[in-house]
């Protein structure tokens, strides 16, 4: 892959987000019309908590 396709691939990137519109790459505007357009998949979401407690013996001594 070369290094346009690569930047290519990267310009809606969450990661790179703010350089893209500091050096002109996006708009807001068009950032925004970006993320009005991802499916909202919410209801995939698995929630879990860490709580620290393992349940195992091992975890108890310490």
């Known amino acids: 892959m070369s290094l346009a396709q690569a930047n290519k691939n990267l310009k809606y990137d969450k990661r790179m987000t703010e350089r893209n519109i500091t050096i002109g790459e996006v708009s807001k505007e068009e950032w925004q019309k970006h993320l009005e357009t991802l499916p909202d998949l919410a209801s995939n979401a698995i929630t879990f908590t860490?709580?620290?407690k393992t349940g195992s013996s091992a975890d108890d001594n310490h």
Do not use: K
């Open 50 to 52: 860490i709580d620290g």
